[in-house]
């Protein structure tokens, strides 16, 4: 059984294609801009508990709109706390013929999870800093197992999107980001890169569950800053599309 935070129909932001995405609740990181701080806890009373096949049931009635690129993305919280269920949610999937995408963090790094990632089709990795002190500032864990989930997935050989929130003062550090893209020049499993732009739309989530919010007042960056950081990733992968 899955803990389920919430499921989202004709999703178009998480992997290709038209999509079903399964946000599970539960992370083990506390990134200062989360914007899900719904999703945190391991349980909340607003979730629910699902099996593998009430899942596959529900996207059996969505697959007319998936078309040939569209299909299945797990996202949260952070799914890969939930790996054992999770591993059989997608060995489900595939055996019925969806895309299965996992949006991840990466900071579980097990053999369970490099078994998930082997019926995973796409992972979407967000490498939050490429700088483990920073990485620990913005998320209150290091990034080692981030990096070692990367080079994983890049042995494998399949499909890795990488994630990167710009925040400013926290992650658009001019010489990290050419560190950052450096890091994931060589890789050939990359296919697309995407910015997402620091926003301010969960804060008040916040202020309805009574917490309080690191980074009041801070401005999402400009787009310039966005188009800035976008400029050094493609310099560095200048194969791979960057979003
Ligand atoms: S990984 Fe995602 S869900 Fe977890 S704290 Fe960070 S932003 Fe929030």
Redesign the pocket.
């Known amino acids: 059984m899955l803990n389920v935070h919430s499921i989202e129909t004709f999703g178009t932001h998480d992997g290709p294609g038209i999509r079903m995405v399964v946000f599970l609740q539960g992370?083990p990181?506390?990134?200062v801009y989360?914007?899900?701080p719904d999703?945190?806890a391991k349980w909340s009373e607003s979730c629910r508990q699902m099996s593998s096949q009430q899942i596959i049931e529900l996207l059996k009635k969505e697959q007319p709109y998936f078309g040939k690129k569209g299909g299945l993305t797990v996202s949260?919280?952070?799914p890969t706390m939930q790996a054992a269920g999770l591993l059989e949610l997608f060995k489900a999937a595939k055996e019925a013929g969806f895309h299965t995408a996992l949006d991840t963090?990466g900071v579980i790094c097990s053999e369970e999870v490099h078994e998930l990632y082997e019926v995973t089709d796409l992972v979407i990795l967000d490498v939050k800093h490429i700088n483990s002190e920073h990485h620990k500032k913005v998320?209150g864990v290091g990034n080692s197992a981030v990096l070692e989930n990367a080079e994983y997935r890049e042995k494998s050989g399949k499909p890795m999107w990488l994630r990167y929130v710009l925040v400013p003062g926290w992650t658009d550090q001019p010489q990290f980001l050419e560190e950052w893209a450096q890091r994931f020049s060589t890789y050939k499993t990359i296919e697309r890169v995407e910015i997402l732009p620091y926003h301010t739309l969960g804060v008040h989530k916040y202020k309805a569950m009574g917490l309080p919010y690191k980074l009041e007042g801070l401005a999402p960056p400009t787009a310039k800053a966005v188009s800035d950081a976008a400029a050094i990733f493609q310099r560095h992968l200048p194969h791979v599309v960057v979003a």
């Open positions: 992370c990181i506390r990134c989360c914007h899900n999703t945190l949260g919280g952070e963090n998320t």
